[in-house]
C-alpha cells in the first residue's frame, strides 16, 4: 500500500505506474482517492475546530457556575450538547472516509523498481542470467510421476480417495528423499546465518489483507469455516505477520529468518490442478527465507537472496536461471520480482521452482511494522525468497539426477540426509 501524502504529492507518478502494470481499470482510484482524501481533511479541521470550541465552552461555564450566572451557564450547555451532536456525525463520516480511502488504497500497485522491464505478462519475462549446464541425456528422461513410481515412491489413487484431486502419498524412497531436501534446505539457510522458525500454519484475515492483495487471496488462500482463520499458502504470510504493529530496534535489522510449513493453495484459474503428477498441487512443503531490513539495503538483500536459491540447486546438480519478472506480472505489492528456474531435461526448457521479492515498506505500511531509528521511527523493507517448494524442487532433482535404469544419483550435499546412501534403486 502506499503511502497517501505520496499519492497526493505525485498522482501522475501513481497513474503511470498503473499503465505499467496494464491496470487502467485502475486509473480511476487515484483521483477518487484524492477527492476522499480532500473531504475527510475538511472533515478533521472541522472537528478540530468543533473540539477546541468545545473546550472553550466548556471551560467558560465553570466561570459562569462560580459566578452564579446558571442561566448563562445551562445556556452554554445547550450549546455544548449540540457541539456534541455535531461531532458524533462528524465522526461517522470521518470513520467513514477513512474507510473508502483504505479500500481504494489497498487496490493500487505499488511502485515498481526502474529496472523492472514493462511486459503484458509472464510470457514477457526476461532471462537474467544462467547457472550449471542444461543437459540432455543420451536416454529418454521419464515423466517424474514414473521416476518416483519405479521406486515405489507415489500413490495418487489413494490420496484421490482420502482428499481428492491435487492431493498425494509419497511413499519409501522418495518421500526420504523429499525430507532429506527440506532438513537439507533448513540447514543451508542456518549455515547463511538465518534464524530458523516454525510458524503458525493459520493465519487471521487481518494478517492476510497485510501481506497480499485481493487477487492473490481469492485465487490462492483456504478460509477456515466459522473461523476467523485462513490456511496459510506460503510461510511468508506467518513470518511478516509476526511483527504486526511492532517497533523493532534499528540495531537488530536485518532480521534475517528462514521458516519451514506446509503450504495450502486453491490453485484457482486456467492451469487447473495435474491429474496425474505433483507439480500443481493442492498442498506442498516448503522451506522459506524472509528478510526485514533498512528500505536503503532492500535491493543488496534481493540479490542475495535469490542467489542463495541458485547455489542451493547447484549443490544438487540442477542447472537453474534466473528470470526477471515483467511489470505485468508482478502482484500488486511488489517492488520488483525474479523466478528461480530450474532445467527440465525431460521437457527441454525451464520451470520455476522458486521466486523472489522485494515489496518495499507496502506490508510494513499495512501492518503498522517500524524500525526505531536515532531520527525516529520508520517503516521497513520486507523481502522473501523461496529456498525449496516440495514437490516441485523434487521434481527438478529427480529429472536431472535419474539415470537410464531408473536408478537416481544422491549429491555429496545429500547423502548425510540419506543415511548415507549414494544412489535410489529402482524396486522389483
Partial sequence: ???????????????????????DKKLPLVDEVIELDKTLRDARLKGDNLRAERNSKSSEIGNLMRNKLVEEANAMKEQVAKINEELVDIEEQESKLADEIKQRMMMIPNIIDSSVPIGKDDSENVENERFGEPVVPSFEVPYHADIMAKLNGIDKESAGRTSGNGFYYLMGDVARLHSAMISYARDFMINKGFTYCIPP??????????????????????????????????????????FKGQIVKEEELPLCLTSYSPCFRKEVGSHGIEERGVYRVHQFEKQEMVVLCKPEEQMDWYNKMWSYTVEFFRSLDVPVRTLECCSGDLADLKVKSCDVEAWSPRQQKYFEVGSCSTLGDAQARRLSIRAKGKDGNYLVATLNNTVLATPRGLIAFLENNVNEDGSVNIPAALRPYMGGIEKLEPKK
Avoid at 7 to 18: A, D, G, M, S
Avoid at 210 to 223: L, R, W
Fill in 1 to 23: 500500500m502506499l503511502d497517501i501524502k505520496f499519492l497526493r504529492e505525485n498522482p501522475e507518478i501513481v497513474k503511470e505506474n498503473i499503465r505499467k502494470k496494464f491496470q
Fill in 201 to 242: 500454519f493459520m493465519i487471521r484475515s487481518d494478517v492476510v489483507n497485510g501481506v497480499m492483495s485481493f487477487e492473490e487471496m481469492d485465487a490462492m488462500m483456504y478460509k477456515i469455516e466459522g473461523e476467523d482463520l485462513f490456511l496459510i499458502g506460503t510461510s511468508e504470510h506467518s513470518m511478516i505477520g509476526k
